[in-house]
């Protein structure tokens, strides 16, 4: 991983914090690890995650397994498997996102812009509207330089992200949060 992909992994280990799984994989070292265990962790993911959070376990489970392999810590990849290595289905309702109603999006602008923003408080109205504008993601605005913007060609170069860190520090990562996040507006 790396130091905004392992805080991800992070927040997510809280979240196994909160809801503690019977069969805990990720206490028993990965060459101990079997098929049987795999599938028995599959069966009770659905029951107490939400879809979102059992594909990050099974990103983080993919991955562990790669390393392990390639540090010859183990010789097969059960991963390989392409039975152990399909995500389970939630069983927890999915939320459903909306975007804003035109109305809705004039109302939030109108009340952003007219926001009086106190002294020594962060003021984040132009990076909402930049992202709005754009699509990018906050990390990404701020991650801009100067040489980010061609005003020329009327284009933004999106290549890098800022994110949180070790200890929530903010980070400048060399790269966005996606591969398909590196860009062009």
Same mark, same amino acid.
Request: glycine share 6%.
């Given at each position: 991983c790396n130091v905004c992909g392992d805080m991800r992994n992070a927040s997510t280990q809280k979240i196994f914090e909160k809801l503690p799984i019977e069969n805990?994989?990720?206490l028993i070292p990965i060459k101990d690890i079997t098929a049987d265990m795999i599938e028995s962790f599959k069966i009770e993911?659905?029951?107490?995650?939400?879809?979102?959070?059992?594909k990050k376990i099974f990103i983080q489970l993919r991955q562990a397994f790669d390393y392990a392999k390639r540090k010859g810590i183990i010789e097969n990849n059960l991963l390989d498997d392409p039975q152990l &290595?399909?995500? +389970?289905?939630? /069983?927890?309702? @999915? #939320? %459903?996102?909306?975007?804003?109603?035109?109305?809705e999006e004039i109302e939030f602008f109108n009340l952003?812009?007219?926001?009086?923003?106190?002294?020594?408080?962060?003021?984040y109205r132009l990076q909402l509207h930049i992202s709005a504008c754009t699509g990018m993601r906050m990390g990404e605005i701020n991650a801009l330089t100067v040489e980010s913007v061609d005003l020329d060609k009327k284009i933004v170069?999106?290549?890098?992200?800022?994110?949180?860190?070790? &200890?929530?520090? +903010?980070?400048? /990562?060399?790269? @966005? #949060? %996606?591969?398909?996040?590196?860009?062009?507006?």
């Open positions: 805990p994989i990720g993911l659905p029951l107490r995650y939400s879809q979102s959070v059992i &290595n399909t995500v +389970p289905i939630s /069983k927890k309702e @999915t #939320k %459903t996102v909306t975007a804003y109603t035109r109305e952003l812009d007219n926001k009086k923003v106190r002294k020594n408080e962060n003021d170069h999106i290549t890098r992200t800022i994110s949180r860190g070790e &200890n929530y520090t +903010p980070t400048l /990562k060399e790269g @966005t #949060k %996606t591969k398909k996040g590196k860009r062009d507006v």
